[in-house]
Antibody, heavy 118, light 109 residues
Framework: QVQLQESGPGLVKPSQTLSLTCTVSGDSISSDFYYWAWIRQPPGKGLEWIGYIFYSGNTYYNPSLKSRVTISVDMSKNHFSLNLTSVTAADTAVYYC??????????WGQGALVTVSS | QSALTQEASVSGTVGQKVTLSCTGNSNNIGSYAVGWYQQISHGSPKTVMFGNSLPSGIPDRFSGSKSGTTASLTISGLQPEDEADYYCSTWDYSLNAQVFGGGTKLTVL
């Protein structure tokens, strides 16, 4: 059974960098079939794709966030990470990590609420 | 504004068949399979369909289909526990990004 678990600070100050890590169990992050994604959901709103990474390091990002986002992978720890710079209150959301084969998600993490506030 | 369009709300009675739709264009749904996700009471989403395949553990009253640039999720024999928000997603090659629909709130009367 594949499981994903987000971890990181729940409170980030405006203009700072949001950093989250997703630890994967039940699958190897070096799989050449799946991507590893970050998706977020602002309070009361729908899902927004942030981006994803393949084990090779190839990344794809949401064009609206591309200038502020970096997703990286650490195969030795079987986890991947999200960095989002220059955050504002609009970045307050539940952040999910996920796995999928290209066009959809098959496994989701439980989600981590990140609040941007001074 | 979402790249994929879903009904804001749909309702049905227990035992009824309901169909949720997800409309895109030739750059996304017209070219790729679609995933469907169920989110109950703002919990973590659960995948209930990808392409025409049912994930393990999902009841077979859920089914998926696609015609042109519109994908559909059908629930036959609606149950109270099906009440949730449902989202669709796929890849968009013009945006080079995965795109989601705005979500449909399904109410079981």
């Amino acid at each position: 059974q594949v499981q994903l678990q987000e971890s990181g600070p729940g409170l980030v100050k405006p203009s700072q960098t949001l950093s989250l890590t997703c630890t994967v169990s039940g699958d190897s992050i070096s799989s050449d079939f799946y991507y590893w994604a970050w998706i977020r959901q602002p309070p009361g709103k729908g899902l927004e794709w942030i981006g994803y990474i393949f084990y090779s390091g190839n990344t794809y990002y949401n064009p609206s966030l591309k200038s502020r986002v970096t997703i990286s992978v650490d195969m030795s720890k079987n986890h991947f990470s999200l960095n989002l710079t220059s955050v504002t209150a609009a970045d307050t959301a539940v952040y999910y990590c996920a796995r999928g084969p290209t066009a959809w998600v098959d496994y989701w993490g439980q989600g981590a609420l990140v609040t941007v506030s001074s | 504004q979402s790249a994929l369009t879903q009904e804001a709300s749909v309702s049905g009675t227990v035992g009824q068949k309901v169909t949720l739709s997800c409309t895109g264009n030739s750059n996304n749904i017209g070219s790729y399979a679609v995933g469907w996700y169920q989110q109950i009471s703002h919990g973590s989403p659960k995948t209930v369909m990808f392409g025409n395949s049912l994930p393990s553990g999902i009841p077979d009253r859920f089914s998926g289909s696609k015609s042109g640039t519109t994908a559909s999720l059908t629930i036959s024999g609606l149950q109270p526990e099906d009440e949730a928000d449902y989202y669709c997603s796929t890849w968009d090659y013009s945006l080079n990004a995965q795109v989601f629909g705005g979500g449909t709130k399904l109410t079981v009367l």
